[in-house]
């Protein structure tokens, strides 16, 4: 997947227990440089649940893609949160990337990530 300002990146997950990685982990977002310059990273938040994901090109916080190139965004889902008496919870969260897209100092890029966490 690409980031296309246009319509947000979002990952499903498949259902997974607390406490547990989900099958279908790791999930990637490919981010590819399309402007005229280099685009930089400057910080990387990964949401409590959706941890960062094991990928060889990944993109780190202090990533800086040239003209054309690219990296990704790697993402598990690894649900923490506590579900009380609950059986599920979907959850969705944001994986946000700062970075100097159209030149402007520590713009936000998000992807959208949800999965349903299950007791265990």
């Given amino acids: 997947m690409k980031i296309n300002r246009t319509v947000a990146p979002s ?16 999930k990637t977002v490919q981010i590819e440089n399309i402007g005229n310059a280099a685009l930089k990273f400057s ?9 960062e ?3 060889d090109n990944a993109c780190t916080p202090s990533t800086t893609l040239e003209v054309a190139s690219s990296c990704a965004l790697t993402i598990d889902f690894s649900p923490v949160t506590p579900l009380g008496s609950k059986v599920s919870a979907v959850l969705t969260e944001f994986v946000k990337l ?17 999965g349903t966490e299950t007791k265990p």
Avoid: H, I, R
Avoid at 11 to 26: G, H, I
């Fill in 98 to 114: 700062t970075t100097n897209n159209l030149n402007a100092p520590n713009a936000v890029e998000k992807v959208t990530v949800t």
């Fill in 11 to 26: 990952l499903s997950f498949a259902p997974t227990k607390v406490n547990s990685t989900s099958k279908d982990s790791p």
């Fill in 53 to 55: 994901g094991a990928y």
């Fill in 43 to 51: 910080a990387l938040t990964y949401a409590t649940d959706f941890p």
